[in-house]
């Protein structure tokens, strides 16, 4: 068993505190969390961080800038490392969400083509999700971004994907 991964402990926690009601005090303490691991740190650390702090952002610009971060991060990631955290964890099955993402930041910025591009790369690695309620709500995700886009709506989502 490997040693507890701090970091990833203080990431949890700030997450809890945006979801608990607190989104500028996990911004913050995520903020810094970044600042301290650096754009060469751990990758899972990166990926993890960037990830979360794009959700709590209230300009899509800057969301759209965290989760590039996300995705770039997750290409210096191995599973290797992803399962020394979690034996669960592979990078491939992270793409489909971190697509979503981008696809929704870009269709909400009215890049359709970068949008596309980016749904059809999540629908790439969709095969990696478990039938679990994770998978299902990346596929419900893409399914609600593909038909906004289709809708040639720019509006944020009802549930941000």
């Known amino acids: 068993m490997s040693a507890p ?91 489909p969400s971190l697509h979503l993402n981008l696809a929704d930041c870009l269709r909400r910025l009215g890049d359709a083509p970068g949008a596309r591009q980016h749904l059809a790369r999540a629908e790439a690695s969709v095969d990696e999700l478990a039938d679990d309620g994770y998978g299902r709500l990346v596929r419900t995700g893409l399914w609600h971004v593909q038909e906004a886009l289709e809708a040639g709506s720019t509006e944020p989502l009802p549930s941000a994907p």
Request: net charge negative; hydrophobic share 45%; proline share 3%.
């Open 5 to 95: 991964d701090e970091t990833m402990a203080e990431i949890v926690a700030a997450v809890e505190l945006g979801r608990g009601g607190a989104p500028a005090e996990a911004r913050q303490r995520l903020t810094d969390l970044w600042e301290r691991v650096g754009p060469d740190g751990d990758p899972l650390h990166r990926v993890t961080i960037a990830h979360f702090l794009a959700d709590l952002q209230d300009d899509v610009r800057a969301e759209l800038r965290w989760d590039e971060r996300a995705l770039a991060a997750a290409g210096d990631l191995t599973d290797e490392r992803a399962q020394e955290y979690d034996t669960a964890l592979r990078v491939r099955g992270m793409l």
